[in-house]
C-alpha cells in the first residue's frame, strides 16, 4: 500500500517555475514507477512524465520535453517535478501516481494516486 501526497502547486507567471513535490508513505515506495499526470477543467487527465522505480528511466509527454524533469529520492520517499518555462496552457491540476513494476503512460494503469495540486499560470 502506497499513500501520495503532493505539494508545491501556486501561481506562477509564464516562464516561470515551480517544483511539485510528491510525498509517499510506505516501505516499498522505492519498488514502484512513479508518474505525473494533470487534469484542466473540461479535460481529460493526461500523462506528464514517469519515472522507473531506480531513477534510471524518465519518459516525458511531447508536450514537455525539454521544460519539466521528473526525478526521485528513494532515501526520501519523494518524487519530484522540476517545471521550467510554464505556460499558460501548462494550467491544471497536477497529481502524482504510483504503480508496480515498469512505466506507463495511461492513468488507469497506475493503481495509487494522490489527491492533487492546482497549478495556474497566468500571461
Known amino acids: 500500500q502506497v499513500q501520495l501526497v503532493e505539494s508545491g502547486g501556486g501561481l506562477v507567471q509564464t516562464g516561470g517555475s515551480l517544483r511539485l513535490s510528491c510525498a509517499a508513505s510506505g516501505r516499498t515506495f522505492s519498488t514502484y514507477a512513479m508518474g505525473w499526470f494533470r487534469q484542466a477543467p473540461g479535460k481529460e487527465r493526461e500523462f506528464v512524465a514517469a519515472?522507473?522505480?531506480?531513477?534510471?528511466?524518465?519518459y516525458d509527454a511531447d508536450s514537455v520535453k525539454g521544460r519539466f524533469t521528473i526525478s526521485r529520492d528513494n532515501a526520501k520517499n519523494t518524487g519530484y517535478l522540476q517545471m521550467n518555462s510554464l505556460k499558460p496552457e501548462d494550467t491544471a491540476v497536477y497529481y502524482c501516481?504510483?504503480?508496480?513494476?515498469?512505466?506507463?503512460?495511461?492513468?488507469?494503469?497506475?493503481?495509487?494516486w494522490g489527491q492533487g495540486t492546482q497549478v495556474t499560470v497566468s500571461s
Open positions: 519515472i522507473s522505480w531506480s531513477g534510471g528511466t524518465t
Open positions: 501516481a504510483a504503480r508496480n513494476l515498469v512505466i506507463k503512460t495511461t492513468p488507469s494503469e497506475y493503481k495509487y
